[in-house]
């Protein structure tokens, strides 16, 4: 009954093109967005914004990163935590060699910009290579990059252990050091990049980047130049990819090694991606709350029960639910959550009266 | 010089034989069922597990019971919920008395197997040429429930989603081997001679060193690969596996039971998982690691081609090959020249390998052509 269209009359192409048709959900969301900021804070502890909150947010951007390849422009990726570690590596070292740009917002975007120009390399291969092929050969990035940043020893300033800490984060002269901070900090940086992402894969290029991923030929004949297309997918993922491993290094971790950022992690933003659900920016949040929250769960779940259990078993059986959970969900619903609530939308409009 | 370079070679050469070995697992599914199958490492993992426990000494074991009772009982759960699921659109499909005993036979099949193991594994270590059969059959029932539980019911969705399920059928079995079986480092003793041979000692000074394991794993190898390769040409079941391969419809609508050949797939690749899992279990022991090597066939798997048995062979050799040498041969060139902290060049070099070899071939050495057409 509330849930409604009816009597919202569009009178310029403007509003006609508004991300948000539906003045309810415009209202949702800016709801949502002024309840992150101003309520959250009021109530949050440190673990809340540590264990979830951060990891959360920052995985979401990634996950958008990778929707954009894989979701919208076709081409599967498991070199993500690659990726994520250039971006992190690439900020760490301008925050260190270069002082005066000692920024998180400059060297977040110069994570991110060196990211999208290691992922056009990577990138390179796609134009021939296609498929599951191609998820194989990304796999060449996440293995040398790995191995790369384990190995060169001027990318970590030379310390002995081979992880690398960041000193002072702040942005223009604010310094951003408890928890509440540096969410605030990332929750800005990934509604702008959100709203970014979105006028992309609307606009022009997004266009472009699902004819390619529908039929790549046909877009081809029809005038879309796939060396451009899939280069730009590439690049525009990496980049957000970039900004979130620079995130993840900085804010969320302090001081990492290159283990931060293995293939597990490239396999989990995967996830978060395909449980959300494949070309859905509503998706990668939805996945990445869901990839968040279920081990933390099931962490809790043994101790909640009351049975006491070893560690070792509990991660086993964490594993165990969890491959259970995914393959549960690919099941019921193979397009992913942001399709359940599509679904779930749809019959809000017509409830209570479905006829 | 030049014997160093043998040695390296023939020592990556039968690695890569092991490389081939769980390749050809992926082969085998793809080519049948066009699924990615990224679960052949949790598989070999799982095979090795069950079979070292079954032969393994017996102490520990009443902790590890504990676990089975834990396991069993979410498993229950698990089993009971899919099994309302199933039947519900059973019910709803309305099918025959026929689907219906043979649910039955295999779900007592199934159960009789599972309890006859738990209850004998109780009683002591079992002689290999017991646990052999007994894990090979652990292996068919647990191809049955993939089929059964999970592929059948995502039948048509596009790649990505079934490469999605096998990574969680991963998960599970990485995660559901361990609970089951403990997650420590377990020995499987096939009773081979451990002191290395050398070869050709007259023409080479110190001769050719290798490891009397490897050999008995290449012969294992090449056997499977003369076992398939009949059964594939040969049989019956062969000839249909290669009409599914070919064609999903038109083998179906020749009257090829789609779902008895996914089954017979995966229960093959379910043996070739334990011929390497007691291979890399006798060689390297059983942990957690091995469910890693999966990523190792990878390269494998694209230089020599999804869909081509040769070519996981041939793939293996190179790759195998390839890593060795340049583990020894280049890494240090790159050490030394660029100031690294250390080696370890070959976690990327297979990758980069089949990489490059891609841009020339995209479908792999051996691969069927891909013909695009709009």
Known sequence: ?355 | MLGPFLETLIGGLLTGVLYSLVALGFVLIFKASGVFNFAQGAMVLFAALTLARLTGEIDGREVHLANFVIAAAILGTALAFVGWYAWREYMARGGGPAERNRMAVLAVVGAVIGGAVAWFYGKGSWPLWVALPATAAIMGVLAYAIERLVLRHLVNQEGIILFMATLGIAYFLDGFGQTLWGSDIYKIDLGLPKAPIFLFEDVFPGGLLVEPGDLVAALIAGLLVVVLAIFFQKTRIGRALRAVADDHAAAQSVGIPLNTIWLIVWTVSGFVALAAGVIWGAKLGVQFSISLIALKALPVLILGGFTSVPGAIVGGLIIGAGEKLSEVFLAPILVRQFDLAGGGIENWFAYMLALIFLLFRPQGLFGERIIERV
């Open chain 1, 1 to 355: 009954m509330l849930y409604r269209e009816a009597g919202q009359f569009k009178t310029t192409y403007g509003a006609d093109q508004q991300i948000f048709p539906i003045l309810q959900d415009r209202l949702f969301v800016l709801a949502v967005i002024a309840a992150a900021v101003l309520v959250v804070p009021l109530f949050a502890t440190q673990y809340l914004y540590t264990e979830i909150l951060i990891p959360f947010l920052i995985l979401s951007l990634a996950a958008i990163g990778l929707n954009i390849l894989v979701g919208y422009c076709g081409q599967v990726s498991l070199g993500t935590g690659g990726f994520m570690a250039v971006g992190a590596y690439a900020a760490y070292n301008l925050g260190l060699r270069v002082p005066e740009l000692n920024n998180l917002v400059i060297v977040f975007l110069f994570g991110g910009l060196m990211s999208a120009a290691v992922g056009i390399l990577f990138g390179l291969p796609s134009l021939r290579i296609k498929g599951f092929y191609l998820a194989v050969a990304t796999l060449a990035s996440q293995f040398f990059l790995d191995w790369l940043f384990a190995r060169v020893k001027w990318l970590t300033n030379y310390t002995p252990s081979g992880s690398v800490a960041v000193g002072e984060t702040s942005a223009f002269g604010w310094k951003i050091d408890t928890p509440a901070e540096r969410y605030l900090f990332i929750l800005a940086f990934v509604v702008v990049a959100t709203v970014v992402a979105k006028n992309l894969v609307r606009g022009h290029i997004g266009r472009s980047w699902m004819a390619i991923r529908d039929m790549d030929i046909a877009a081809e004949i029809i005038g879309f130049r796939p060396l451009r297309t899939k280069l730009s997918a590439f690049a525009v993922s990496s980049f957000f990819i970039g900004i979130a491993g620079a995130m993840w290094g900085f804010l969320r971790l302090g001081s990492w090694e290159p283990l931060a950022f293995d293939i597990n992690r490239s396999f989990q933003i995967l996830f978060m991606v395909i449980i959300g659900g494949l070309g859905s920016l509503l998706g990668s949040f939805l996945g990445a709350a869901f990839i968040v929250l279920t081990p933390i769960l099931l962490n809790q779940m043994p101790g909640w029960l009351g049975v006491g259990m070893s560690t070792a078993l509990i991660s086993h059986l964490e594993f165990m639910v969890f491959g259970a959970m995914i393959i549960f969900f690919l099941i019921v619903e193979p397009h992913g959550l942001a399709r359940l609530w599509s679904i779930a939308k749809e019959k809000l409009r017509l409830w209570p009266f479905p006829h």
